[in-house]
């Protein structure tokens, strides 16, 4: 039997990762650029520029080609900039323009693991299974002890994500205090200038320096992962274990989004508050700086629920023949 939790079921996270690897090859490749221009390269027909050059086309196939040269990495990266801004539109966009897969595999899981009948039917393997992946995460070989030391985990992560969540909200509220003022007031009166300090003063520096932590650390005292098999008796129970979790990562990658549209201003909004423009105050109030610490933390977590949910799986798939 095929594995039906896949690590497509978080699509939000999935899509962040990729805004931040766009990001990362975006600022490495326009400093790569600027420093040919500054040195008066004109060819990138040496080793180093080769690897580069033959890295990037093999990533960026309908982009860019090695002959493209240094006019192709300019181009590059005018293009990855829009990427970059396009997917910054869709993650703060309306709900729902997200492709999601968890209602599939609820689905799925409610036709199979979680069904009486399905359960019924299948034929299963005696003695004991292995199932390293499960050892290494939970606690506890019977599936009561296992479903129960998942459940704990998985809440304590959840826990430690709604605390930021609080916190962001809190964070953002403090600087609508000041933002509502600044609208109001001319950016020459020395008033506003003097608020705008205040602003500064008020908050950390980024809100990741008040805010961002790490998730519980959980050590969990395993073996080899030798377990009994789950045979038809607690195969439902497995299963509406795995429903729950599902649901709970569910509830906690909606709460994140909604976190994500909620709390931050946008780029435009930031410029015309403060047409000057600095570092300090542009990440106080703008939206991807103020969430960051939020969706770092939340992409690990919902990586680790779908790990536990997945080595449940892994359990009930070599459990059956």
Not at 265 to 286: A, H, I, K, M, Q
Request: aromatic content about 6%; charged content about 30%.
């Amino acid at each position: 039997m095929n594995a039906i939790i896949t690590n497509e079921l978080i699509e939000r996270v999935a899509l962040h990762s990729g805004l931040e690897a766009l990001k990362q090859d975006h600022a490495l490749i326009t400093q790569f650029t600027q420093g040919c221009v500054n040195t008066g390269l004109e060819s990138l027909d040496y080793p180093v520029g080769n690897l580069i050059t033959s890295g990037l086309a093999a990533k960026y196939p309908e982009h860019f080609k090695v002959s493209d040269g240094l006019e192709g990495l300019t181009a590059l990266v005018d293009t990855l900039k829009k990427g970059i801004d396009g997917l910054k539109k869709v993650i703060r966009g309306k709900k729902g323009v997200i492709k999601t897969t968890s209602p599939e595999v609820i689905k799925k899981i409610k036709a199979t693991y979680a069904n009486q009948t399905w359960a019924d039917e299948e034929k299963y393997n005696f003695g004991k299974v292995k199932v390293p992946t499960l050892a290494k995460l939970v606690a506890g070989d019977s599936v009561e002890e296992v479903v129960s030391s998942a459940t704990k985990i998985v809440d304590e992560i959840v826990k430690a994500v709604d605390k930021t969540i609080k916190e962001t909200g809190a964070y953002y509220k403090k600087a609508l205090e000041y933002t509502n003022k600044l609208k109001k007031m001319d950016e020459e009166n020395d008033a506003y200038k003097a608020l705008l300090a205040d602003l500064v003063k008020a908050l950390p520096e980024l809100p990741g320096k008040a805010i961002d932590r790490e998730l519980p650390k959980i050590i969990v005292a395993s073996g080899e992962g030798d377990y009994p098999i789950v045979g038809k008796a607690k195969m439902v129970e497995l299963g509406e274990a795995l429903l729950t979790l599902i649901n709970k990562s569910v509830k906690l990658e909606d709460d994140v989004y909604d976190a994500f549209q909620a709390y931050g201003l946008d780029e435009n909004v930031v410029t015309d508050l403060y047409p000057e423009g600095s570092d300090e105050v542009f990440n106080r109030l703008y939206w991807e700086a103020l969430c960051d610490p939020l969706l770092r933390q939340s992409e690990e977590a919902l990586k680790q629920i779908l790990a536990i949910c997945q080595a449940l799986e892994a359990w009930a798939i070599a459990s059956i023949k």
